[in-house]
């Protein structure tokens, strides 16, 4: 059974950094192409990032560009979530999923994703 942990959520205080992780377990990370979402109070669920199947290539929403890092180690079966300079517009739940490494279609959906975590809050006070 595929299943997908996020972890590192924390309150944070803007200007400040956090890393989250994703760990994989049931399956080999490197069968897939992760992505992160966040999903905010009033808002629908949005693109954060995402990563191929080998790293190779990364995918970033206009608004955490320069700020936000994806990484993953298919060794360890986790993907990472860097973020830096956090801006209270950045507190959401933030959700990792997974999709075939052979899925060609757009990472910015939510529907091109199989696997889902349960998500890990990020707070960041202004």
């Known amino acids: 059974q595929v299943q997908l942990v996020e972890s590192g959520g924390a309150l944070v205080q803007a200007g400040g950094s956090l890393r989250l992780s994703c760990a994989a377990s049931?399956?080999?990370?490197?069968?897939?192409?992760m992505g992160w979402f966040r999903h905010a109070p009033g808002k629908e669920r949005e693109f954060v990032a995402a990563?191929?199947?080998?790293?190779?290539?990364?995918y970033y929403a206009e608004s955490v560009k320069g700020r936000f890092t994806i990484s993953r180690d298919n060794a360890e079966n986790t993907v990472y979530l860097q973020m830096n300079s956090l801006k209270p517009e950045d507190t959401a739940v933030y959700y990792c999923?997974?999709?075939?490494?052979?899925?060609?279609?757009?990472?910015?959906?939510?529907?091109?994703?199989?696997?889902w975590g349960q998500g890990t809050q990020v707070t960041v006070s202004s």
């Open positions: 999923g997974a999709t075939s490494r052979y899925y060609s279609g757009s990472y910015y959906r939510q529907g091109a994703y199989l696997y």
């Open positions: 990563i191929s199947w080998s790293g190779g290539n990364t």
């Open positions: 049931g399956y080999t990370l490197s069968s897939y192409a």
